[in-house]
């Protein structure tokens, strides 16, 4: 490298306008071999033809002869001759830049024909990221295999710009940094890397094989993310309600009471027998052991049944008591004693007779028929007409 000695050098940024949002930009055609990588636009124009990015993943917007391809085109001229109109920071040829014994710190280095580039080059940004760093090849610039560009204290890859006056090659595997601007072509041997640009005027092509190219972190544009962006859950600073659980009670179907049926009072007729009848009016006969009881005893039995609401029926020929709610037969009618009848004693001192029934052969009257006698021992004997029909069962009392 031949030194030409120090000039005075005010370098100024590069601005790129729309063609700062393309990763690869062409003017004639744009083609690619392998998986490629590629975050960022890519563009052409005023060619049309992008081939082999079936291969590849593009991060960005694709532009082939349109307005927008046109545009960045335009810009890219601006910035090219902007890069190129810079003085450099001295009079050295920089033909050969990697493996220099220091660091290049912020300035423009220029090399009067081919630049290139084989081991490794370092950028040093002195603590600041506002350093620009511009190389000038007045015709090509080419790379090494394996050949790498390194940044240290704060350089930043945005302000780092290669203006080419024709074509560039990056070796295979060369790791690259900055912004490549040409007039002519640019390729990017199998496995290089850049963070950066390759921007091909309008003449230019350019072509990949399984090359990543990354224009982050660059700034403006943002390059699009496949990256879905990390949602904060809100805080609930509510303690959760525990929903409380109503009893639901089943409601009381009120059932309406049961009416009891009330049974007419059933009448017995002519001929019918009053056995049925007989657990009811014996009990008001017998009660105290005398006859003489039944008229007052019967009225109260009665009288208490049908208090509690067990009316008896009445019997045909029958007549109730009187005051009584019981049917009951009418008064009877003391007799002459009767003579001990043969038989077992009874407890009331007389013997049994056979039982004693109605008239039913002949004619009866409807206030006649026959009668029982009912003999009470002391008390004498009584007689209890007999409804037509009605026959009582043989007892010791009756005769």
Do not use: H, K
């Not at 927008?68 to 890069?83: G, P, R, V």
């Not at 506002?130 to 007045?138: C, H, L, R, S």
């Not at 007689?383 to 029909?389: A, D, F, H, T």
Request: net charge negative.
């Amino acid at each position: 490298m031949t030194m030409l000695g120090t000039v005075a050098s005010a370098q100024t940024s590069v601005g790129l306008g729309t063609a700062q949002s393309y990763a690869i930009l062409a003017g004639a055609a744009i083609s690619n071999t392998g998986p490629s990588t590629i975050n960022g636009d890519i563009g052409v124009s005023p060619g049309t033809a992008i081939t082999g990015m079936d291969e590849a993943t593009v991060n960005g917007a694709t532009n082939a002869a349109n307005a927008a391809a046109l545009q960045a085109q335009s810009d890219l001229t601006i910035a090219y001759n902007e890069a190129a109109s810079q003085p450099p920071t001295d009079t050295a040829n920089y033909s050969q830049i990697g493996n220099l014994e220091d660091p290049l710190t912020s300035g423009v280095y220029n090399a009067t024909s081919s630049m290139n580039l084989t081991g490794t080059v370092t950028l040093d940004g002195q603590g600041s990221s506002d350093g620009i760093f511009i190389f000038q090849a007045g015709t090509t610039l080419v790379t090494g295999s394996d050949s790498r560009v390194e940044l240290i204290n704060g350089a930043n890859p945005c302000n780092v710009f290669w203006q080419v006056g024709s074509s560039a090659t990056l070796g295979t595997g060369t790791s690259f940094v900055g912004t490549v601007m040409t007039t002519l072509d640019i390729s990017a041997n199998t496995g290089a890397t850049v963070q950066g640009r390759l921007l091909a005027q309008t003449a230019g092509a350019v072509t990949l094989d399984t090359n990543t190219i990354n224009i982050t972190p660059c700034g403006e544009p943002t390059v699009p993310t496949t990256t879905p962006p990390t949602t904060t859950e809100p805080t609930d600073t509510t303690e959760p309600t525990t929903p409380t659980t109503t009893e639901t009670t089943e409601p009381t179907t009120s059932v309406p009471p049961t009416a009891v049926p009330t049974t007419p009072p059933t009448a017995v007729p002519n001929g019918s027998s009053a056995i049925p009848l007989l657990p009811l009016l014996l009990p008001a006969i017998l009660i105290g052991g005398s006859v003489a009881a039944a008229p007052v005893v019967g009225p109260m039995i009665g009288q208490s049944l049908g208090d509690l609401g067990f009316p008896l029926p009445a019997l045909p020929e029958f007549p109730p008591l009187a005051g009584s709610a019981m049917p009951g037969p009418g008064p009877v009618q003391p007799v002459a004693p009767a003579p001990m009848a043969p038989g077992p004693e009874s407890p009331n001192g007389r013997g049994g007779e056979p039982g004693a029934m109605g008239d039913v052969t002949g004619p009866v009257a409807a206030d006649t028929g026959g009668t029982a006698v009912l003999m009470t021992g002391s008390m004498g004997d009584f007689e209890l007409p007999l409804p037509s029909g009605v026959r009582l069962p043989p007892l010791p009392f009756i005769r």
